[in-house]
């Protein structure tokens, strides 16, 4: 687990040395799309693993998945995407955000590499998104071999897309259940 | 002199230790004042402040030492006889152990006692100079430490309840302990050095994980033990804030305790001490009445509040009750519908039991006037958030007039739960041990005709209650696999918050101790699963909030007057139940004799059977003893017999065990069963005079009035 002062440093030690900016991203693949996101927030890619689904859950939750003493909640990639279920075996790539503390997993079809890119080959969204994918997307990378989008973790954890509420096509009852529970 | 300073190793141990100590002092203050004559109570209390006293010059801590000194003398007086144990020196004693608090406090938080001589110590040394009694003369010197005034004291020594310092994150554990917490983790190194080098092929390997299991096995039991501590520690305080708060109250309140040596996890200690103090309180302040009341309603004067501890089913139950006058349930139906928690067709629906409960939701208060102790509105609730927060419940029980019986569950630990694996819809589910009541099995043939339907809703007689269904794969929308192939289900019976239900599932794995993981707080909200773990064969399996499951499933708690009637029920049955002989005689027949009467079971030759004007006998130890043959055993026998000479009979040979009555009778039987306990059926569900019995859940017919049927028809030959 990095703590905010090895960030820092790590930060401080990319300014220093490379003056084009350049960042490092993990590439994915989920459907027919390239997504990245930043390898400084990713703890480990579990690889190909068996997810223990939860009955009940929301839709984006692919299931749980035991890792280094915990369990964690992974969420389906493809499902926030609207996409079906993917038919081969799927990624696990585990993230972590250093404010909140909380590690969760990702689905994802397969995982690319690590690239790096200059920051300015970064364009924002576009404003035709969709309200979702507006929310999910964080601006896309030119590359040379098509469009990678990036995506921010903290957008991702599972807390946040719950807060949100545009990931839950299928109403649950669970969370008012909790509420009213004697 | 140490200034806010931080505190150094050496202070912080005289803390912890003086805060024990000035505990239990406390302890014995309380039983002091009802026991005076106790000179073991002087003894230790002595003790205690002596230690502090000695402690502190050692430190240099002045301030302490003179307040230490001047209890001592107080108390050495006490010991020796020269003053008596009185309510005043009661007090003073306590307002001593306050004032030595607050200055240890102060210590802690600042790293010095506050370099003064408060007016409040001065005060205070005087007192217990002028308690010593008048003949103390050297001691009237002591006012005189009045020197220097300092005007503003920010000691609050009301604050013994908030030391929430040091003296609550530290823990003695006793060193053999640790030696053998070291030995086992020496002990698994090693193991672990020995795994390494051999591999799985080794044939040593069995061995060694028997090893490893069992070395773990044995931390862990000694890590919980080194972390349990007797739930006395935490009744000790109550006494003096019992005592403080009747008399701020106006109350006359006697404390009882049961069960301190009750072992609980430090943690859940800590957990547990804000809720019970809030709930002492409540006792004190809105369950006890004024005295006066009390003696109109018929009760003793003094109230009294009884603190209980004991193990149930792998959680410990602390009860609160005392003998006040319990809630009134159309006040607090008033009140819910007033702050618009409940609507008052909702309140008019509700049973003594839920109406009760209504008490835990937030910003309810019945106490007519808000007063210093109690009846902000803030309380029940926040009981029961914080038992609920360590995995525990709370529940209240009431009478109009006769008291009140908190009771909290707690669970004796928290990381590790015993429970039963389970599967369901192609999944794995823990089930905790503590809610499991019993496993059926509900073999596929018989599911039919045990599963019985009221309008949409599933149940199963069991015994002789009606117990809700709960299909768990349809519950949490799974996929009920393969139900063709299935041979049948389990069903396990579980009871949580006071509602039971049968669980069905489709296997049973195996009974486990589980780690319990907590959820992320999506998956937590869902409001089913309490956790999830990872089982044996590395799968991980998610473990059932029992009573969540049951809300979820709609089960509703037992009513109360059901409680009620299953008691005199198990009363009466408890008279009902007997010993029994079960034997067949009639083909596919049960009956049973009661135990009592059978005197041998005796296994005769037919030939030596006879009969005499119709009716079967034989002779047995030189008398004639008449046959019963129920079962027209010998008739088929007598048809079987031209063969076989020597068939053999069985026959029981019954006396009247109760009374004069000598006479003997033999019963014919096809074959014996069994010797067993049961239980007679209650009248009206007998058929047509026949005693019928439960005997391992089969009808059995008794034959309790066996031996007067019989001397009417000997008579009748004779």
Known sequence: MRTAETEQAIEIHYEIQDESEVVSLCSFYAGSGMFGIDTRKICEVLGERDLHCVPMAPVFVAGIVPYRGDVLTTVNFRALLGLDEHTGRSCVLVLEDDEARERFGLVVDAVGGVVMLSRDMLEANPCTLEPRERWLFDGAYKMRTGLMVRLDPLRLRPSRLAETGLFRQRINGGTDASTDRR | ?718
Not at chain 2, 624 to 636: I, M, N, Q, S
Not at chain 2, 682 to 706: F, I, N, S, W
Request: proline residues 3%; glycine residues 10%.
């Open chain 2, 1 to 718: 002199m140490p200034d806010k300073e931080d505190v150094d190793d050496l202070t912080k141990e005289f803390i912890a230790e003086s805060q024990e100590g000035l505990d239990r002092m406390e302890r014995c203050l309380t039983e002091l004042e009802s026991r005076p004559e106790d000179g073991e109570l002087v003894g230790e209390i002595f003790r205690a402040v002596h230690t502090i006293k000695g402690t502190t010059g050692f430190l240099g801590f002045d301030r302490l030492e003179k307040l230490a000194h001047a209890g001592e003398h107080l108390l050495s007086a006490l010991r020796d006889g020269k003053v008596e144990v009185t309510s005043e020196l009661i007090s003073g004693l306590l307002r001593l152990m306050d004032g030595l608090r607050a200055i240890l406090i102060l210590i802690e938080e600042t790293g010095g006692e506050g370099a003064r001589f408060s007016d409040e110590d001065g005060e205070l040394i005087a007192e217990l100079a002028a308690l010593k009694g008048q003949t103390a003369g050297e001691e009237r010197t002591l006012p005189e430490m009045r020197q220097v005034e300092e005007p503003a004291a920010v000691l609050n020594p009301a604050s013994s309840g908030s030391a929430s310092g040091v003296s609550d994150k530290t823990l003695r554990i006793d060193v053999s302990v640790l030696n053998r917490m070291m030995n086992l983790v020496g002990e698994l190194v090693l193991t672990r050095n020995q795994m390494l080098r051999s591999g799985l092929a080794e044939a040593n390997f069995p061995e060694l994980s028997r090893r490893l299991d069992s070395v773990t096995a044995d931390l862990r039991e000694t890590v919980m033990q080194a972390r349990m501590q007797p739930v006395g520690n935490l009744f000790g305080k109550f006494p003096r804030m019992v005592r403080d708060l009747a008399r701020t109250c106006g109350r006359s309140v006697r404390v009882e305790f049961t069960g301190q040596d009750t072992g609980l996890d430090k943690s859940l200690l800590e957990a547990i001490k804000d809720p019970l103090t809030h709930a002492v309180r409540n006792a004190v302040d809105h369950g006890i009445e004024a005295p006066g009341a009390r003696m109109l309603a018929g009760k003793a004067a003094e109230g009294c509040l009884r603190l209980r501890a004991f193990h149930q089913s792998g959680s410990v139950v602390i009860e609160v009750s005392d003998d006040g006058a319990g809630i009134a349930l159309e006040r607090v139906l008033a009140k819910a519908v007033e702050r618009g928690l409940v609507t008052a067709d909702q309140a008019a629906a509700m049973s003594e039991r839920e109406a009760l409960q209504l008490i835990f939701l937030p910003g309810f208060s019945t106490a007519a006037a808000v007063t210093t102790v109690s009846g902000r509105g803030v309380g029940m609730d926040v009981v029961r958030a914080n038992v609920e927060r360590v995995g525990g419940s709370v529940e209240v029980e009431s009478r109009l007039g006769v008291g009140t019986t908190l009771r909290m569950r707690v669970p004796l630990t928290l990381a590790i739960v015993p429970s039963l694996v389970v599967r369901s819809g192609g999944q794995s589910f823990a089930l905790p041990q503590s809610a499991l009541v019993e496993l059926v099995d509900l073999p596929k043939r018989d599911i039919a005709q045990v599963v019985q339907q009221i309008g949409s809703a599933e149940v199963y007689r069991l015994r002789e209650s009606l117990l809700p269904m709960v299909w768990l794969d349809r519950l949490l929308g799974l996929e009920s696999c393969e139900a063709e192939t299935r041979q049948g289900h389990y069903m396990a019976v579980l009871e949580a918050d006071g509602c039971r239900y049968g669980l069905v599932v489709d296997d049973l794995v195996s009974p486990e101790e589980i780690v319990v993981k907590p959820l992320s707080a999506v998956l937590r909200e869902i409001g089913v699963f309490s956790g999830a773990t990872v089982l044996g064969n590395g799968t991980l399996a998610l473990i059932l909030d029992v009573g969540a499951t049951a809300a979820r499933a709609g089960v509703k708690p037992a009513e109360e007057e059901m409680v009620e009637l299953k008691r005199i029920e198990a009363a009466t049955e408890e008279v009902r139940e007997m010993s029994l002989l079960v034997f067949e005689d009639r083909l596919r027949e049960r009956t049973a004799l009661p135990l009592s009467v059978v005197e041998r079971i005796e296994s005769v030759p037919m030939r030596q059977i006879e009969y005499a004007g119709g009716r079967a006998m034989m002779q047995y130890r030189g008398e004639l003893l008449p046959l019963r043959d129920d079962g027209a055993v010998l008739v088929e026998m007598d048809a079987r017999q031209t063969e076989r000479e020597d068939a053999m009979v069985t026959v029981l040979i019954c006396g009247g065990a109760g009374g004069e009555r000598k006479l003997r009778f033999g019963m014919v039987v096809r074959k014996v069963l069994d010797v067993t306990g049961g239980r007679l059926l209650e009248g009206d569900r007998a058929l047509d005079g026949l005693d019928l019995a439960l005997v391992k859940e089969k009808v059995t017919v008794v034959q309790l009035d066996a031996e007067l049927s019989m001397t009417a028809a000997w008579r009748e030959v004779a």
